[in-house]
């Protein structure tokens, strides 16, 4: 067996008809009604985070301070990409 087929070998016919407009338009209601219900429930169930239970940090390790930025702006300009590299 080849990976892939031959040039003239066609699929069977579908033996599915296809839906007619009304049930296209009736199935997307569906989704839409089953979507919005969705989304109100989940809107619900969640919890507004208020200050007292909020994280004091995003977990994140806090960065250290630049010494290129405490450094006058000719100073910065000198340094360039060096003092960027320490970092």
Known sequence: MT???AVHD??????ETTLTP???KQATQDLMSERDR???QAQATVQPVSASNAPA???SIPQKKSTASAQPAA???AS???AYARQ
């Open 10 to 15: 066609m699929p069977a016919a579908r033996t």
């Open 80 to 82: 360039g990409v060096s």
């Open 57 to 59: 940090t995003t977990g």
């Open 75 to 77: 100073q910065q300009s």
């Open 3 to 5: 990976a892939y087929p």
């Open 38 to 40: 969705t989304e109100a």
């Open 22 to 24: 009304d049930q296209v």
